[in-house]
């Protein structure tokens, strides 16, 4: 268990829906990382928050976006769903990105079906 | 951030130490090796990471030869539960924090 909660385990919608996909740091973590793995592309990084601030962006597309709360928990929103969005989402935390020796911490995942 | 090549699959006897090379021939003198592993479709699990010198911890071992241009990473008594894909990243410690993930190496434990 790395002490990353992500919810909901499982999310099965339909095309065109949004859904928003949460994450709890673990404690004391101050920096958040969304990724996706698809079966085609692997595990891409898509968006890094910081103490609530937005800190670094991968590809991540126009129709997805996230925020960082005050308590630290960070929320992935994704609109107007594809059947390309189908993938796992996972959230991993850090204590302070940018030190020699921070690590990332990866939470089990919340697998999205858009049907 | 610098590039890794892993062979895409490998064997090992349960039992037995498994090594799991990666070459980042790239590799610059301020960047870091990091290995993770993903048992099944669980999240990346993080195993252990060096600079230059062999590290050690609870879980593996990180071989890292003088010139850095390649790394093992070695389980020291593999079992059926270190079947999983094996993924050696570089990192640039200051720089950019996102982990790049390539397709890593499917290890399989056989018993």
């Known amino acids: 268990d790395s002490g990353v909660t992500q919810t909901p385990k499982h999310l099965i919608t339909a095309t065109g829906q949004r859904v928003t996909l949460r994450c709890s740091p673990r404690?004391?973590?101050?920096?958040v990382y969304w990724y996706q793995q698809s079966l085609d592309q692997g595990l891409q990084f898509l968006i890094q928050?910081?103490?609530?601030?937005?800190?670094a962006k991968g590809n991540i597309l126009e129709r997805f976006s996230a925020q960082q709360f005050p308590d630290l928990h960070s929320e992935l929103n994704l609109s107007s769903l594809e059947l390309g969005d189908s993938a796992l989402y996972f959230c991993?935390?850090?204590?302070?990105?940018?030190?020699?020796?921070?690590?990332?911490?990866f939470g089990p995942g919340t697998r999205l079906t858009v049907l | 951030d610098a590039k890794t090549t892993q062979p895409p699959s490998m064997d090992c006897a349960e039992g037995r130490a498994a090594n799991l090379p990666c070459n980042h021939s790239?590799?610059?003198?301020?960047?870091?090796v990091y290995w993770y592993r993903q048992i099944h479709s669980q999240g990346p699990q993080y195993i252990i990471h060096?600079?230059?010198n062999n590290e050690t911890n609870e879980m593996a071992s990180l071989i890292i030869t003088e010139d850095r241009k390649s790394s093992t990473l070695i389980l020291p008594h593999a079992t059926l539960r270190d079947t999983a894909v094996y993924y050696c990243?570089?990192?640039?410690?200051?720089?950019?924090?996102?982990?790049?993930f390539g397709k890593g190496t499917k290890l399989t434990v056989n018993p």
């Open positions: 404690s004391g973590d101050l920096s």
């Open positions: 990243i570089v990192r640039y410690q200051g720089g950019s924090e996102k982990l790049v």
């Open positions: 928050y910081y103490n609530g601030e937005e800190r």
């Open positions: 991993a935390s850090s204590p302070h990105p940018g030190l020699t020796t921070d690590t990332q911490y």
């Open positions: 790239t590799i610059s003198g301020n960047e870091y």
């Open positions: 060096g600079l230059k």
